[in-house]
């Protein structure tokens, strides 16, 4: 089955700076790579997403990069604001009827003001 | 629309107790799934369903069960419930369909076993 391994699993950068957080998949197969939000106290929430037919996407602040070869895929946040504070969670599965999705273990982030 | 909800936040367990994670959804999602979240240790897959009658296995089942007999309903069941099963829980939803991946989470239940 899937695994996924993510890096750091604390983070912190001063508000303006950029943070990056790193996940490695085993499965090959996978085709599908969300990126979901934490805060405190609430359930995740999905932020940007990406397919393994895309090299990169890019929502404002927000980009995530694929590397299929590798097996690898990055979120890169710009000019943090201190809101950007939480647990970052990165996933990957196939795109398939069942649609069983595979979480990292997590990464929190502090952005210090 | 209240989204997915779970019931309840919070509950202290002893050991071998049972007890049942409630989840419903009013999204009219097929897709639902029971994740754990230890402390540094990311969401572990439980159980999903892709519909109603239709369950399997996640990464980690073992003292666990569940049911879909509804659409709606997706209650985790614990047996005999152990330290090693403290943890929050959470429940999500999706409408799985072409360009439609987003999985909708509820709030979370913590629950300690003692």
């Known amino acids: 089955g899937e695994n996924v391994e993510q890096h750091p699993s604390t983070l912190s950068v001063q508000e303006g700076d950029s943070a990056v957080i790193k996940c490695t998949y085993s499965?090959?197969?996978?085709?599908?790579f969300p990126w979901y939000k934490q805060e405190l106290g609430k359930g995740p929430q999905l932020i940007i997403d990406?397919?393994?037919?895309?090299g990169e996407k890019k929502d404002q602040r927000i980009a995530v990069t694929l590397n299929k070869t590798a097996k690898h895929f990055s979120l890169h946040i710009t000019e943090t604001q201190p809101e950007d504070s939480a647990v970052y969670f990165c996933?990957?599965?196939?795109?398939?009827?069942?649609?069983?999705?595979?979480f990292g273990s997590g990464t929190r982030l502090l952005v210090r003001p | 629309n209240a989204g997915v909800t779970q019931t309840p936040k919070f509950r202290i367990l002893k050991i071998g107790q049972s007890m049942t994670l409630q989840c419903t959804q009013d999204?009219?999602?097929?897709?639902m799934y029971w994740y754990r979240q230890d402390p540094g240790m990311g969401l572990k897959l439980i159980y999903y369903?892709?519909?109603?009658?239709?369950?399997d296995k996640g990464e980690v089942p073992n003292g666990y069960n569940v049911s879909r007999s509804t659409t709606e309903d997706f209650p985790l069941r614990l047996e005999l419930a152990a330290p090693s099963q403290t943890s929050v829980y959470f429940c999500?939803?999706?409408?799985?369909?072409?360009?439609?991946?987003?999985?909708?989470f509820g709030a979370g239940s913590r629950l300690t076993v003692l």
């Open positions: 499965d090959s197969a996978s085709n599908y």
């Open positions: 999500a939803s999706t409408q799985r369909r072409a360009g439609a991946n987003v999985l909708t």
């Open positions: 369903s892709v519909g109603a009658g239709i369950t």
């Open positions: 999204m009219n999602h097929n897709y």
């Open positions: 996933a990957a599965t196939l795109l398939d009827s069942s649609y069983k999705l595979i």
């Open positions: 990406i397919r393994s037919n895309v």
